[in-house]
């Protein structure tokens, strides 16, 4: 078992920087998800783990071992690819009833017994994938560290070995450190998720802190499906309360949040709001002082229990994620409240969170 620790982790290829300054630190049995947009730099940051990369500057420790110049076979983790590459391991000597043991193990938890005698050439995609992460199972090294291991499968089988890799961790505990840009597999496998974008680390956090206090826009429209409404407002105050403005939204914000913002009344901010913190009016439980606007409907969704509902807010568009009873009808006026509490600012220039 051990933990894995990156200080100020840089890679450059020429003039590229894959990876920026990376601090990151990942606990002992912990399950790690490194999620972004493509070439954010997470393939790279895992392969300069692995020692397939030289690091351009910063440390690599696995356990208490300083690792930059251990050579990957020697660094006692196992990885599993995307496209299914074997990857250069030491063999180890087992009794043949313990590799039986594992191997019948890894299989039945992949759903691979049937398969176990085949040659490569007569599996498909998803199987020859579901044998890389068999292989790497049962070598039980110190460290996983997995590049889009279910990218190959269809859903169904994505969602399934979601699952049984998560009650892989549970049973072997062993670090992992798992590379994905899909913001449901990180939301649903992570223990904490490392948001990285433009090689740099934006947050890393447990998945609801990321989901409910993001740091920035960037992690803010990343977490979350649909992504949250970002629209331009100033801030505006009256009677010592402050609201929300755009030119068709007035919004009050809550007192705990205007206080944070008082001193940036009369500037702009970014206005930040989750589709599904937007309700039907004629369905709301309730409705706080200030969080209502009538907006038109563009387009509806229907998705199931809820509706994706286009909106307009003058110049603005946003999307809601409303109760399927909803009566918004294409090309009428919806009566919305806002849940002003779980609404964010952002700083425009910096798009740091305000509140
Ligand atoms: P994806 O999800 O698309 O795999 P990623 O987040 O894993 O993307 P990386 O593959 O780590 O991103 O790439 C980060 C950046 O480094 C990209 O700009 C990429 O073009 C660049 N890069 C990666 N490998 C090399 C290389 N061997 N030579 C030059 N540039 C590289």
């Known amino acids: 078992m051990a933990r894995v620790v990156l200080k100020s982790l840089s890679k ?4 590229v920087v894959a990876v920026d300054d990376l601090t990151l630190d990942v606990e002992d049995k912990e399950f790690l998800v490194l999620v972004g947009p493509s070439g954010c730099g997470k393939t790279t940051a895992l392969r300069c783990i692995a020692g397939l990369e030289d690091v351009t500057t910063g440390e690599i420790y696995i356990g208490d071992r300083l690792v930059n110049d251990v050579s990957p076979k020697d660094r006692d983790i196992a990885m599993v ?8 391991h030491k063999l180890r000597k087992f009794p043949k009833a313990e590799i039986q043991r594992r191997v019948t193990d890894a299989g039945e938890m992949l759903g691979l017994q049937g398969l176990l005698r085949r040659k490569p050439r007569e599996l498909s995609g998803g199987q020859r994938q579901r044998v890389a992460l068999g292989r790497a199972i049962v070598r039980e090294p110190k460290v996983f560290l997995m590049d889009e291991p279910l990218s190959n499968l269809d859903a169904k089988l994505r969602v399934q070995t979601r699952a049984e890799l998560i009650k892989l961790h549970r049973r072997l505990g062993i670090t992992t450190i798992y590379v994905t840009h899909d913001q449901t597999e990180a939301m649903t496998m992570g223990d904490r998720i490392a948001v990285l974008n433009d090689g740099k680390m934006q947050q890393v956090d447990s998945p609801l802190a990321l989901f409910n206090q993001p740091a920035n826009m960037f992690v803010a429209g990343f977490i979350g499906t649909p992504a949250m409404n970002f629209l331009q407002a100033t801030l505006e105050s009256e009677d010592g309360r402050v609201y929300v403005k755009t030119d068709a939204l007035r919004l009050q914000l809550p007192e705990r949040c205007a206080a944070r913002v008082r001193e940036r009344v009369g500037r702009s901010v970014v206005f930040g709001v989750r589709p599904d913190d937007i ?6 439980s309730q409705v706080g002082d200030g969080s209502e606007a009538t907006l038109t409907v563009d387009v509806m969704e229907p998705m199931g229990s809820t509706v994706y509902v286009y909106l307009t807010a003058g110049k603005h568009a946003l999307i809601a994620d409303l109760d399927a009873e909803t009566k918004a009808k294409d090309g009428e006026p919806l009566d ?8 964010h600012l952002f700083d425009p220039e910096t798009e740091v969170v305000l509140t």
Do not use: H, I, W
């Not at 919305?336 to 609404?343: A, E, L, P």
């Open 12 to 15: 450059l290829f020429r003039e």
């Open 81 to 88: 690819f995307q496209n299914y590459a074997l990857y250069p």
């Open 279 to 284: 309700y039907d009016r004629s369905l709301a």
């Open 336 to 343: 919305v409240v806002f849940d002003m509490g779980k609404t």
